[in-house]
T-cell receptor, first 114, second 113 residues
């Protein structure tokens, strides 16, 4: 599978704990944000998204929070499971003429210990 | 529904050679995207097709990279001649609408030696 690089932020949690993964974005014009999960040997998999007119959105076991004032995005995973172990990426889209282009963050390695 | 398919899954070539990567998007998806992740760095956008037209190719690193999508179906990304810094994982994604609802393929790991 793909190696994830030696300098990614890491988060280790125990099974059943809640996890919070953070992301700082740079473009104040971005109006759409997505969290992706990438497991070894696979492509990024969509988890949850949020538009800039919202500050919170919930899915199944996941919640995304958006703070536009400080350009910060977070992903909360409730009752983390070993299957949640992966690299998590935030991505932003500024719309306009670049509506198809996502800008990814560097990624965070989440390791869940049974 | 079949997902986004990329092949080969792995390719090892020598510096100076040519490599062609292929992506088959989800059927009916007009939007097709290429991204790559060089080791240790973030996933970066290369270009975006809408059907057979290049909507945005602002991420293409240089003229050694050529992407095509003849007929608006599958796409190819050719690297000629390959350099060592081209090593990484090349992802393709497709979507029916705009940037929303991307589906990524599993990627092609390219190693240039």
């Amino acid at each position: 599978g793909e190696s994830v690089g030696l300098h990614l932020p890491t988060l280790s949690v125990q099974e059943g704990d809640n996890s919070i993964i953070n992301c700082a974005y740079s473009n104040s014009a971005s109006d759409y944000f997505i969290w992706y999960k990438q497991e070894s040997g696979k492509g990024p998999q969509f988890i949850i998204d949020i538009r800039s007119n919202m500050d919170k959105r919930q899915g199944q076991r996941v919640t995304v929070l958006l703070n536009k004032t400080v350009k910060h995005l977070s992903l909360q995973i409730a009752a983390t499971q070993p299957g949640d172990s992966a690299v998590y990426f935030c991505a932003e889209n500024a719309g306009g003429t670049s509506y198809g282009k996502l800008t990814f963050g560097q990624g965070t390695i989440l390791t869940v210990h049974p | 529904e079949a997902g986004v398919t990329q092949f080969p899954s792995h390719s090892v070539i020598e510096k100076g050679q040519t490599v062609t990567l292929r992506c088959d998007p989800i059927s009916g998806h007009d939007n097709l995207y290429w991204y790559r992740r060089v080791m240790g760095k973030e996933i970066k956008f290369l270009l975006h097709f809408v059907k057979e037209s290049k909507q945005d190719e602002s991420g293409m690193p240089n003229n050694r990279f050529l992407a095509e999508r003849t007929g608006g179906t599958y796409s190819t990304l050719k690297v000629q001649p390959a350099e060592l810094e081209d090593s990484g994982v090349y992802f393709c994604a497709s979507s029916q609408g705009t940037a929303y609802g991307y589906t990524f393929g599993s990627g092609t790991r390219l190693t240039v030696v």
